[in-house]
């Protein structure tokens, strides 16, 4: 910036420059900079852990198939609160496969249906032996943190919802969850959520046959 500057006797001006030093600003700025970045905690991300499928053509097929037929629920979601569940092989023929469902938390809620089934001829029930495993390791954390961070809680979790408990297989459920053209995406937001309250860790989002949404347009739901 110039400025210009009388004499008293009003002889020659004199110009003057000013300049304006930025260094402190840039100073003061990188000092905030500094201070946001090392006091700011950035967010943990969440996950949620999908067990799909194998596409391997060269798999044995026994493995592919390894869950057992007992030990599978078929879930459908509709338009609205609609829901229907299959249990074991498909039975699309048969008009009592396809049994009413819904969001509630009694016994025709499908968090209870998943609490509650029964494998192997009634010999267990997945869950109740999930949930004293998860329990266990509750504990272990609790009583000890520092040997228990985050990443080995995880890991050890997802390995009991797979069925590994003290170095022994358990039941566990598979689920395949089939939404309509026509269910809300809350309310798959809302199953997915059922899977991790329920400790189930194989399940998988598929499409509809046209012989599903025969049977499921005979039950009021039109896919």
């Not at 899977?195 to 989002?205: L, R």
Request: aromatic share 6%; with cysteine; net charge neutral.
């Amino acid at each position: 910036m110039d400025m210009m500057k009388t004499g008293k006797g009003g002889g020659k001006q004199k110009k003057i420059t000013v300049r304006v030093d930025f260094t402190p600003m840039v100073d003061m700025l990188m000092l905030l900079i500094t201070f946001f970045m090392l006091c700011t905690s950035l967010s943990k991300p969440s996950t949620m852990e999908l067990t799909m499928p194998s596409n391997d053509k060269n798999a044995d097929q026994v493995k592919k198939n390894e869950a057992k037929e007992s030990h599978s629920i078929t879930i459908f979601i509709g338009e609205d609160d609609k829901m229907f569940y299959g249990e074991g092989k498909p039975e699309l023929g048969n008009p009592a496969w396809l049994k009413p469902a819904d969001w509630t938390t009694g016994k025709t809620g499908i968090r209870y249906i998943l609490q509650h089934k029964e494998v192997d001829n009634g010999a267990s029930v997945p869950y109740n032996d999930l949930k004293i495993a998860v329990q266990e390791l509750q504990k272990k954390k609790n009583a000890n943190p520092d040997a228990y961070p985050d990443s080995i809680y995880q890991a050890e979790l997802a390995n009991i919802k797979m069925g590994n408990v003290n170095g022994k297989k358990v039941s566990t459920l598979s689920v395949i969850i089939k939404p309509t053209d026509k269910a809300s995406y809350r309310h798959l937001v809302d199953i997915l959520d059922e899977m991790q309250i329920s400790y189930i860790a194989t399940y998988v989002i598929d499409k509809l046959t046209p012989e599903e949404k025969e049977a499921l347009l005979k039950k009021g739901i039109n896919a």
